[in-house]
């Protein structure tokens, strides 16, 4: 599965941005897919993750009601869509892809990072 992210860019505090993930394949369908950002000089950290079917999903805490995880099999592609940003959120944003549900940066497949920022 190859990935490619797109739809970052420079955004107020409080602004929305919604990043795409384009993935190659056949099986998208059969992978979870997953969000993780990473900040300068921090460690990858989980952001989202959504089910095969979309039928659930998994936020961070730190996310959780501003930003929501969705797919679209049909065009093999994953969304996240980013409202009341805040300038924390500002980091590289990189979509993955595994065969199960996981919250740790051990996903098999990753695209190539979008950076985010957002401005005070």
């Not at 998208?28 to 897919?33: D, E, H, I, L």
């Not at 993780?36 to 950290?45: D, H, N, W, Y």
């Not at 959504?50 to 999903?57: A, H, M, V």
Request: charged content about 15%; hydrophobic content about 35%.
């Amino acid at each position: 599965v190859q990935l490619q992210a797109s739809g970052g860019g420079l955004v107020q505090a409080g602004g929305s941005l919604r990043l795409s993930c384009a993935a190659s394949g056949r099986t998208f369908g059969s992978y979870v897919m997953g969000w993780f950002r990473q900040a300068p000089g921090k460690e990858r950290e989980f952001v989202a993750a959504i089910s095969w079917s979309g039928g659930s999903t998994y936020y961070a805490d730190s996310v959780k009601g501003r930003f929501t995880i969705s797919r679209d099999n049909a065009k093999n592609t994953v969304y996240l869509q980013m409202n009341s940003l805040k300038p924390e959120d500002t980091a590289v944003y990189y979509c993955a892809a595994h065969r199960s549900l996981a919250t740790t940066p051990s996903y098999e497949y990753w695209g190539q990072g979008t950076l985010v920022t957002v401005s005070s």
